[in-house]
């Protein structure tokens, strides 16, 4: 299937690994200009050169950090710079800590709600009138947290259906001439998935990585973990015209994992 996305400019954060760079990949194999973003310059410099590889576009990595409002719009103008416009967003960036309301300071709510919330709107705040100026998209990756709440993820559960209200908002708002969509990934084997199953060894709940990844398959029809290129495909088709009647859509990408009927 031809996306339809050869030659446009994609925005993608948080995307030197995982799911971010699995749908920065997806989007340059289709022949996007992809910009592509992480903290770390060395993680982010390797990606590039990596995605450069089976990329049929260009890429380049720039370094901001999104729970900053500067580091923001240097990312945006550096994108303008470059490539002059922006087609497509994706919004992506780390996960917040894994820990149980008793345990999580009032620092860490403010740091959850900068880095996942407010970073998605400082994101479209800059981006926007680029976006509107084609047939431009957004898609949030968020999780399927927001469909059912994962036990020791109370930053998780809370702070990022502020992103599914804004994405529904954005979608009216921004119509006709920009479609928002959000994917909810479930278990996907990333390095956030190796992070959360070591805090649950350091916690004493399992005893090893293999426990772990078996334990997050068991209630998950499909029976395994997901791979990253599974959501970025979903991701790169959200950015297509191929998705053309899509706005305001919020997808699970979870293997079954959520028994949530809407
Ligand atoms: N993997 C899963 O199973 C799963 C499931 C549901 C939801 N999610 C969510 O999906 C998102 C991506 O997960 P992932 O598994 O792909 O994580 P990951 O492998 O840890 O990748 C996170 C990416 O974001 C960058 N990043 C982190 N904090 C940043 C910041 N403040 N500013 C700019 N870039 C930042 C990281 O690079 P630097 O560290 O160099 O900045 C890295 O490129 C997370 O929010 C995660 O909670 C993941």
New binding site residues.
């Given amino acids: 299937m031809d996306l339809g996305i050869e030659g446009n400019t994609a925005l993608v954060?948080?995307?030197?690994?995982?799911?971010?760079?699995a749908s920065a990949k997806a989007l340059a194999e289709e022949g996007a200009d992809v910009v592509i973003?992480?903290?770390?310059t060395k993680?982010?410099e390797k990606a590039v050169k990596e995605l450069r590889k089976t990329a049929s576009g260009k890429v380049i990595g720039i370094s901001?950090?999104?729970?900053k409002e500067e580091d923001i719009v240097h990312l945006v103008d550096g994108t303008i710079e470059e490539f002059g416009t922006i087609d497509h967003l994706v919004t992506?960036?780390?996960?917040?800590p894994s820990k149980k309301f008793t345990a999580t300071e009032e620092e860490e709510w403010y740091g959850a709600f900068d880095?996942?919330l407010m970073?998605v709107v400082r994101l479209v705040q800059e981006t926007q009138r680029y976006l509107k100026e084609g047939e431009g998209t957004i898609v949030n990756?968020?999780?399927?947290?927001v469909k059912e709440s994962i036990d020791d993820l109370v930053l998780?559960n809370s702070v990022r259906m502020g992103v599914i209200g804004l994405m529904k908002t954005l979608s009216r708002e921004l119509a006709p001439e920009i479609r928002v969509n959000a994917v909810l990934?479930?278990?996907?084997?990333?390095?956030?998935?190796e992070?959360l199953i070591d805090q649950s060894i350091e916690r004493g709940d399992i005893s090893d990585y293999r426990e772990g990844l078996n334990g997050l398959s068991e209630n998950i029809p499909l029976q395994r973990?997901?791979q990253?290129e599974e959501l970025g495909d979903v991701v790169a088709f959200l950015c297509s015209e191929r998705s053309s009647y899509m706005t305001g859509a919020a997808l699970p990408v979870d293997g079954g994992w959520s028994r949530s009927n809407l």
């Fill in positions: 954060t948080g995307s030197s690994s995982g799911l971010g760079y973003n992480g903290r770390d993680k982010l901001a950090d999104l729970s992506c960036v780390g996960g917040p880095t996942l970073s990756i968020t999780s399927i947290s998780s990934p479930g278990y996907t084997e990333t390095e956030r998935v992070e973990v997901g990253p």
